[in-house]
C-alpha cells in the first residue's frame, strides 16, 4: 500500500503537468469564444485524467442508473464517503459538471485553472456573506446549462454510515428550481479512508438514482428537501450494504 500511494500522488501531479498543453489549449478557446469547443475538450481531459488516477489506485467502479440523468441543467446530490469520489464523479457522470468546492481548493496550483473551466463554485463557510453570493453565482451557471455536483454532508463520512444533511448548498437546488438528482456512492472510502493515508484498491458502486422534481413545490416542502434528499440516498445505500 505505501508503494502504490507514493506512486499514485507522484502519477498525479505529473500527469497534471502533462495536461498543461491542453490547459493551454483551453485557454485559447475561451479566449476566442468558441465555448462548445472548449467545454469538449475539458470534458474529454477531466474525464481521462480521472479514470487514469482510478487505474492507478486499482479502483473498479461498477454504475448504474445512467438513464436517470437529465438532458438539461440539474443538480446532483450525493454522499460523501472519501477523497476518490470526485474523480469517480469526473470518471463516470457522462456530462461536464462542476463541484461546490471548499474555497480553499482556490490555493491549489493547476487544480484551480481546471475547476474553473468546470464551472466550479467556491465556497466559504466561515463567511456567510461570500456563501450567499456563491450560490447566487451557481444559480446561475446551472441556468447556462452547467450542472454542479454538492455534497451537503459537508465533510466525508470515511464510512458507510451517512452523515446529517447542511441545509446550505442545497439552497442552490430550490434557488434553481432545476431537478435534482441523488447520487448514491458505496465503497469509495475504502480506497483510503479505511486504511489511514494509503490506497488500498477497492470496489465501489456509483448508483444515480431518479431525479426530483423541485419546480412546483411549496415553500415547506422545500424546506424539506435537505432530510428527503438524505432519505433517499440513505435508503439505497443502506439496501446495498446489507446485500
Known amino acids: 500500500m505505501i508503494v502504490r500511494t507514493i506512486i499514485w500522488f507522484l502519477y498525479f501531479w505529473i500527469i497534471l ?3 498543461l498543453p491542453t490547459l493551454h489549449r483551453v485557454k485559447k478557446l475561451d479566449q476566442a469564444g468558441r465555448k462548445e469547443d472548449r467545454d469538449q475538450l475539458v470534458e474529454r481531459s477531466v474525464s481521462a485524467w480521472a479514470h487514469s488516477l482510478l487505474r492507478m489506485a486499482g479502483v473498479q467502479v461498477e454504475v448504474s442508473g445512467t438513464e436517470n440523468i437529465p438532458a438539461g441543467p440539474a443538480v446532483f446530490v450525493g454522499n460523501h464517503q472519501g477523497n476518490f469520489d470526485i474523480p469517480i464523479l469526473l470518471a463516470y457522470l457522462d456530462r461536464p459538471h462542476g463541484f461546490v468546492a471548499k474555497i480553499e481548493t482556490q490555493k491549489i496550483p493547476l487544480i484551480r485553472s481546471w475547476m474553473h473551466y468546470l464551472h466550479c463554485v467556491f465556497l466559504d463557510r466561515d463567511n456567510p456573506r461570500q456563501a450567499m453570493g456563491a450560490i447566487g453565482e451557481a444559480a446561475q451557471t446551472i441556468q447556462s446549462g452547467y450542472p454542479i455536483i454538492l455534497f451537503p454532508e459537508g465533510t466525508r463520512s470515511r464510512k458507510d454510515q ?39 484498491p477497492a470496489k465501489v458502486r456509483l448508483t444515480i438514482l431518479p431525479p426530483v422534481a423541485i419546480a412546483g413545490m411549496s415553500r415547506e416542502e422545500k424546506k424539506q428537501l435537505p432530510s428527503l434528499l438524505h432519505d433517499i440516498i440513505e435508503q439505497e445505500l443502506n439496501r446495498q450494504v446489507n446485500e
Open 162 to 200: 451517512m452523515r446529517s444533511f447542511q441545509s446550505g448548498g442545497l439552497r442552490l437546488a430550490t434557488k434553481s428550481e432545476v431537478p435534482v438528482v441523488p447520487l448514491v456512492i458505496n465503497g469509495s472510502y475504502r480506497v483510503m479512508e479505511a486504511h489511514g493515508f494509503w490506497i488500498h
Open 17 to 19: 503537468l502533462r495536461y
